[in-house]
């Protein structure tokens, strides 16, 4: 790992528009499940079902069952790990220029990140599919309690701010990300498998844009071989060692 860690620090000491691209896996030793690699959450749940807009329309309370028991515990009482206070560490010295994140903990924000683009939305707001009243997550989960699906007091159902699997990401994220994708000097991959896409096509794009690019994460991923350099080990870890 020294040799790695001295590899990565030579490449941020030459580099100041550093964009931090986080996954799952940044977020697990908060305490939240990764989706794919050990134990992952889509080998329990079937996201075709469980995440999945259309099967959502036809009938959300399987969605809703998933929040209830796997993702509002978990992520109502997971704090940011050393990871998160590494990149705010960063962007105080000036080097990080943006971080944009799959994840939809709010962990990054949490952390005091002051850029962060959720490419996939964000559990903080969920909304009434038929009147757009919007309620807190906890007030969602206190409506779970009575109804499954959660009602909106007009009757409607609740949908989350999130981005379901065969739904488009915000354009304004997205559009924001590919900017930054484009304009940066070194594209730093945290704790993704890197396979859903078009967040995965990200990482090319900033290596063909001319960043340099690393990857850091447990298992090995599709674009390995495009990195300048690659790190199968825990990103708090080599963040928390990097700084
Ligand atoms: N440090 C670094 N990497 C880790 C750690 C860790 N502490 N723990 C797990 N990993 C790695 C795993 O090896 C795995 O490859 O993190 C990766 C997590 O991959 P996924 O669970 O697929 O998460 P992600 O890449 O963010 O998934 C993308 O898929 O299901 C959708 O919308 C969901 O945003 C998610 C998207």
């Known amino acids: 790992m020294k040799e790695t860690i001295s ?4 490449f941020v000491s030459t580099s100041d528009q550093i964009v931090a691209f986080t996954g799952a896996g940044f977020s697990a030793e908060s305490g939240i499940s990764t989706f794919r690699g050990a134990g992952g959450l889509w080998s329990k749940y ?4 469980y995440a999945d807009v259309n099967r959502f329309r036809e009938d959300p309370s399987y969605y809703w069952s998933f929040f209830r028991d796997e993702r509002y515990p978990v992520i109502k009482r997971a704090k940011p790990n050393e990871g ?3 990149l705010v560490e960063l962007e105080k010295r000036g080097k990080l220029y943006r971080v944009i994140t799959q994840n939809i903990d709010g962990l990054h924000q949490v952390a005091g990140s002051s850029d962060v ?26 409506l779970l309690q009575e109804d499954l699906p959660p009602r909106c007091s007009c009757g409607g159902v609740l949908k ?5 699997f065969g739904e488009p990401l915000p354009q ?4 924001m990300a590919m900017l930054a994708v484009r304009n940066c000097d070194m594209f ?6 890197l396979v859903v896409y078009p967040a995965a096509s990200m990482p090319r794009i900033a ?14 991923t599709p674009l390995d071989d495009m990195a300048d350099l690659v790190i199968n080990e825990s990103a708090s870890k080599v963040l928390s060692r990097l700084i």
């Open 172 to 175: 304004a994220a997205l559009d």
């Open 117 to 142: 683009i959720e490419l996939h939305g964000n559990t903080r707001k969920i909304f009434c599919l038929s009147c757009d009243r919007v309620y807190s997550m906890d007030e969602a989960y206190r």
């Open 46 to 49: 079937d996201p075709s079902i």
């Open 188 to 193: 730093l991959v945290l704790g993704s498998s």
């Open 7 to 10: 590899k990565l620090k030579k």
């Open 207 to 220: 290596k063909k844009s001319g960043a340099v690019l690393v990857i850091v994460n447990i298992d090995p």
């Open 160 to 164: 989350p701010g999130t981005v379901l």
């Open 84 to 86: 998160h206070f590494a």
